[in-house]
């Protein structure tokens, strides 16, 4: 059966890469009779093949109605074997949190959304607050949530500042240690996050899951 | 050494016409269009302007008058021509842009309940053609007075969500190729009114842009019907649009020069030295000092340092080159930054262009 298993996760994880969501919804409900361990599957099959698509992006050969796709496929993979996960055994290992959101005054939600489907991808546990989101929400999420890492996104000039104002929050109320902080979108760059003391910058999504891997010391 | 005149000897619709036709004119034309910065300076709070004829162009011609802005601007944009189908637009009253917070399809079956707009009567389309009555009638004679409109790729996103629309490329290419005919014709349904008023036309397709869609897209969705609303542009108003996408263009410039755009707009992360010659022969190319490093974020040095940058790479463009910016003035950009950027078109760009002026 090990062949087999093999196989059936590699074919899974192309699915998600060729943008078939029938496919990966049977091959997921194969798994699932098989006995193949739902986590396995998860991790060897939905997110390898998801992580094979970010790539692609970076490479521009896909863009983001392909990566669109991919999730789509993804997603209904997910959904067949979300119920078949076991409970850990002992002690289960906590998910680094990450708070996401595009800053208030903006509406733009692609990108981000991408970022959170390639960070969840990757093994981190997403709180998405959304789009048009206030600095001090940022926070309060990020303290009540226990999250490791803020990530702002903004696709506008006229709300840039908001960026810089989660940062001079964070500061003022003594907390500036204990968030890392993410920024992306158009108008923003290294010398933008620099200039406002952000920890990182990530030019697309692909990169941002690159970066939060940095800022967790590889913990995911 | 002889003091330079820095007096302009053409109006800037002369200069932008010399330039078009390769005929000489006095120094390079300064293609930045002004709207927050010039509502501050008349006193009008921009949000205002949205919604009265009158005060947009009070505002344009402060920004020809006081700013010495080159070209006057009054459109639908980017959302316009979506609200006017039934999309709904909010407008802060703050320094923020206006978004789309309700798209006119929800589900597909939508489209079919949606009319060509009349621009006379629906969503702000009146206000826009209005205000160009007015440029035209006040500047007409000397300033090229210009409606900005969406390309169908943006206008359809914005007609029914962009990510929806996206996952339509695949999933429904059928009412993809509906939807952007619908965009269309709405849009050449504006446009042949703006055209009756005497404005030329200025289109902005940033949906369509290859930060989002590859190139192959390109040529199965936005290209045709870009194509169509630039060769009608051209018919009724008597000059090929000017063309902008956002990002990193490369790859699809001999698409955007095959619609029939007579001037590329390109971003500022575009060399525009290598857009030069791969099309400098076909189209007037226009930019791309940074609008957000060197305009809002950078001084009136970084300003001239960019714009000489700019004419360096430009200013020997076969078929001319207009100093502008790379994407749209960020509101919050500070005046005396756009001032520094006509100073530097006057001082780096007396005709004839030496490469020893700005470099």
């Known amino acids: 059966m090990a062949n087999n298993k093999e196989e059936l996760l590699k074919q899974l994880a192309d699915a998600v890469v060729d943008m078939d969501e029938e496919k ?197 | 050494m002889a003091v330079l005149s820095l007096r302009d000897e053409m109006t800037p619709k002369e200069r932008l016409e010399a330039v078009l036709k390769g005929r000489p004119y006095d120094r390079v034309p300064c293609g930045v269009v002004i709207h927050n910065q010039a509502g501050k300076v008349a006193g009008i709070p921009h949000w205002e302007c949205y919604f009265s004829s009158e005060k947009t162009a009070q505002t344009q011609i402060a920004a020809h008058n006081i700013l010495g802005a080159e070209a006057v601007a009054a459109g639908p944009g980017l959302p316009g021509i979506a609200e006017a189908v039934g999309s709904i637009v909010y407008y802060p009253k703050e320094e923020n842009t206006p978004y789309i917070t309700e798209v006119a399809v929800k589900q597909p079956a939508d489209l079919d309940k949606l009319k060509i707009p009349n621009p006379w009567l629906d969503g702000r389309l009146p206000i826009h053609l209005g205000a160009l009555q007015i440029l035209v009638d006040r500047l007409g004679d000397s300033v090229p007075v210009t409606s900005n409109v969406a390309g169908p790729f943006t206008t359809a996103a914005n007609i029914r969500g962009t990510e929806a629309f996206l996952r339509e490329l695949y999933r429904n290419p059928e009412f993809a190729h509906r939807l952007l005919q619908f965009s269309l014709e709405s849009t050449i349904a504006y446009v042949k009114e703006a055209a009756k008023l005497g404005a030329k036309v200025s289109i902005a397709d940033p949906t369509a842009s290859p930060t989002l869609i590859s190139p192959k897209q390109f040529r199965e969705f936005a290209f045709p019907y870009l194509q169509k609303l630039t060769t009608t542009i051209k018919d009724l108003t008597g000059s090929a649009p000017s063309l902008h996408i956002c990002g990193n263009t490369t790859k699809i410039w001999q698409d955007m020069v095959a619609t029939g755009a007579g001037i590329l707009s390109l971003d500022d992360t575009i060399d525009l030295a290598a857009a030069k010659k791969a099309v400098g022969e076909q189209v007037t190319l226009f930019g791309n000092v940074k609008p957000t490093a060197t305009m809002y974020l950078g001084t009136p040095k970084d300003v001239r340092q960019d714009a000489k940058e700019c004419l360096a790479k430009g200013y020997d463009n076969p078929k001319g080159y207009i100093l502008s910016l790379g994407c749209g003035l960020p509101m919050g950009a500070p005046v005396e930054n756009i001032q520094a950027l006509f100073q530097a078109a006057r001082e780096f760009g007396r005709y004839p262009l030496r490469l020893s002026n700005f470099s």
């Open chain 1, 24 to 220: 990966a919804v049977e091959l997921s409900q194969i798994i699932v009779a098989e006995g193949i361990d739902a986590y396995e599957a998860i991790e060897k099959g939905l997110s390898a093949g998801m992580e094979v698509a970010g790539r692609l992006f970076e490479e521009e050969e896909y863009f983001i109605p392909e990566l669109l796709m991919c999730s789509d496929a993804m997603y209904a993979g997910l959904s067949v074997l979300k119920p078949h996960l076991k409970a850990k055994e002992g002690a289960a290992e906590e998910k680094v949190k990450i708070v996401i959101g595009v800053i208030e005054g903006d509406t733009h939600d692609i990108g981000k959304n991408l970022v959170k489907i390639l960070l969840e991808t990757s093994g981190y546990e997403i709180i998405d607050l959304g789009r048009d989101i206030s600095p001090q929400k940022f926070i309060d999420t990020a303290k009540e949530q226990d999250a490791k890492i803020i990530a702002i996104s903004t696709l506008m000039t006229t709300t840039m500042d908001g960026l810089a104002e989660v940062i001079r929050l964070l500061q003022q109320q003594d907390i500036r240690e204990q968030f890392k902080v993410m920024i992306g979108g158009a108008p923003v760059s290294q010398a933008f996050a620099d200039k406002i003391g952000a920890d990182s910058y990530a030019v697309n999504a692909a990169t941002a899951v690159r970066l939060a891997r940095q800022l967790t010391g590889g913990a995911a």
